[in-house]
């Protein structure tokens, strides 16, 4: 009986919680951006027409899909769905970003109640020492949420966030000199991918249109290394996705908060240069005009100097 009661205690307030559960944007915004810390910090959604910046830092593809999975739904306003891939998505570390134990203790109380069985059996997989503990967790969280009727994610799931100043880079050279890295051979997560194919399938699957987009990074940062592995994963696995690559996008070093993320000063520059891009139509199927350039289905500003700002 005790049994019962506790499988009761962890399932039923699940079900309610997936059942209940509230996902809402803007009822004007048609544009959902889904991504890690790089796109959390370079989007301010204030200075983009139609879009909400759904991003969270140290997300991996495995959790944005949980998040996909209801804002879809729950929003039919939206028509387009843009997707962070940046270099450092590709890397194993994104493993840990699913699985280790701080990670998971932190996300999985969050998403567990949207997740298939499958998902759950992946995570007891690769770490079963910690998965009880944190559906442990998850049991209580769901608990408290069904006794306070508190369904609402709103507002809980990420958005854009403000850096102020720059560290570890000094303030006065300009990002303009092409760096040179040696090819570095990197050990990919399999999951991560499979997990980002997920998304864009369901995406696809939702008649919605699906952009991958690469935030600026500086030329000293270090997940550089893998461009080429990088870009042959992006065209072997996802080359039906329209790519928007603004990976040199032209900023300062005082633009950046660090190599992989931009301060609040870049997050303008940028973000207003994103919403003229988007109000150019260039999102639009068959666009064409000053921003767009279509090749390996990569689009991107072909004006004089690149990136008119």
């Known amino acids: 009986m005790s049994c019962l009661l506790m499988a009761a205690i962890t399932l039923i307030p699940g079900y309610l919680v997936n059942r209940f559960s509230k996902f809402s944007i803007k009822k004007n915004n048609t544009i959902a951006l889904f991504g890690h810390s790089h796109a959390e910090c370079a989007y301010n959604d204030t200075l983009i027409s139609n879009l909400t910046n759904l991003s969270h830092s140290a997300e991996s593809y495995f959790y944005t899909f949980q998040k996909v999975k209801k804002y879809l739904p729950q929003n039919p306003q939206i028509t387009t769905v843009i997707i962070e891939f940046s270099n450092n998505q590709i890397d194993t570390k994104m493993d840990d970003w699913t699985w280790g134990y701080t990670y998971m203790s932190n996300m999985l109380p969050q998403y567990a109640s949207f997740m298939a069985p499958s998902d759950l059996e992946l995570l007891a997989k690769h770490n079963s020492k910690y998965f009880m503990n944190c559906i442990g967790i998850t049991a209580r969280i769901n608990l408290i949420k069904v006794l306070t009727f508190n369904y609402d994610y709103t ?17 006065s050279d300009v990002t303009g000199k092409t760096v040179k ?29 699906v952009f991958l987009i690469r935030s600026p990074q500086h030329q000293l940062y270090e997940y550089r290394a893998n461009e080429a592995e990088f870009e042959l994963i992006r065209k072997r696995y996802f080359n039906d996705v329209r790519f928007l690559d603004f990976n040199d996008f032209p900023l300062k070093n005082n633009d950046f908060a660090d190599f992989g993320h931009l301060n609040f000063e ?42 008119p700002l």
């Open 155 to 171: 507002g809980k799931t990420g958005g854009y966030f403000k850096i102020d100043g720059s560290r570890q880079l000094p303030a």
């Open 181 to 209: 890295f040696s090819p570095k051979k990197t050990t990919v997560s399999i999951t991560n991918l499979q997990y980002l194919r997920k998304i864009i399938d369901y995406c696809y699957s939702m008649h919605k249109s």
């Open 266 to 307: 870049g997050a303008t520059k940028f973000s207003k240069y994103i919403n003229r891009f988007i109000l150019s139509g260039t999102l639009n199927p068959g666009a064409t005009g000053s921003f767009v350039q279509k090749e390996n289905n990569i689009i991107y500003s072909i004006s004089s100097d690149r990136y």
